[in-house]
């Protein structure tokens, strides 16, 4: 059974830190791996996705990086502002029962403080 | 650009009462997903559909049913709300396996 865990739960930072999420998954037959942000009482906003061939995708201040043989990927945040704090969520793509399917972290909950 | 559109945003039931909530998307997505978000639980797949006219069961099912009558909307209907029915609700859809997944704003549902 896939499961994905997300390290760690919480983070608070001092802005213009550069900061490393972690979300590890079990089984490594993903199609893909997208990184979500959700700020409080919305929905979820889809930041990056890293197909299962690729080793990172970049936007603006986020990297995301990708290694499916150690089941493990990374969201780096360049030089954080409070605008950056949010829930970060991650989620597996994979075929399960004939259907795409997503499995999420519980997500890591960012602060980043003046 | 909508994207994913939810409807209603917020609802309070009582116990027994039933309710619809529409899912309705404008990107031309064949998978369309019904997921409940609870504190400590993450987010859970209720039910799902690959087309139109299609569905079938997440991980969460009981106590909810859904319809694909046309391939932008999807419904997710409670027939009997219960109390451990509280919670928000998202709506999601994607293309094929390999592409991005667009949520909705969710739809935050108190039973009392």
């Known amino acids: 059974k896939q499961e994905v865990t997300q390290i760690p739960a919480a983070l608070s930072v001092p802005e213009g830190e550069n900061l490393v999420l972690n979300c590890s998954f079990t089984d490594s037959a993903i199609y893909n791996l997208q990184w979500f942000r959700q700020d409080p009482g919305k929905g979820l906003t889809s930041l990056l996705l890293?197909?299962?061939?690729?080793r990172e995708q970049t936007s603006g201040r986020l990297n995301a990086s990708l290694d499916k043989s150690s089941g493990r990927s990374t969201l780096y945040i360049a030089a954080s502002q409070p605008g950056d704090s949010a829930t970060y969520l991650c989620?597996?793509?994979?075929?399960?029962?004939?259907?795409?399917?997503?499995?999420f972290g519980a997500g890591t909950r960012l602060a980043v403080h003046p | 650009n909508a994207g994913v559109t939810q409807t209603p945003k917020f609802r309070v039931l009582k116990t027994g009462q039933s309710m619809t909530l529409l899912c309705a998307q404008d990107?031309?997505?064949?998978?369309m997903y019904w997921y409940r978000q609870d504190p400590g639980m993450g987010l859970r797949l209720i039910h799902y559909?690959?087309?139109?006219?299609?569905?079938a069961k997440g991980e969460v099912p009981d106590g909810y049913n859904v319809s694909r009558l046309k391939k932008q909307n999807f419904l997710l209907g409670l027939e009997s709300a219960a109390p451990s029915q509280t919670s928000v609700y998202f709506c999601a859809s994607t293309n094929y396996r390999n592409t991005e997944a667009f949520f909705g704003q969710g739809t935050r549902l108190t039973v009392v």
């Open positions: 990107m031309n997505h064949e998978y």
């Open positions: 890293i197909q299962s061939s690729q």
């Open positions: 989620a597996v793509s994979l075929i399960s029962g004939g259907y795409n399917k997503l499995i």
């Open positions: 559909s690959v087309g139109e006219g299609t569905t």
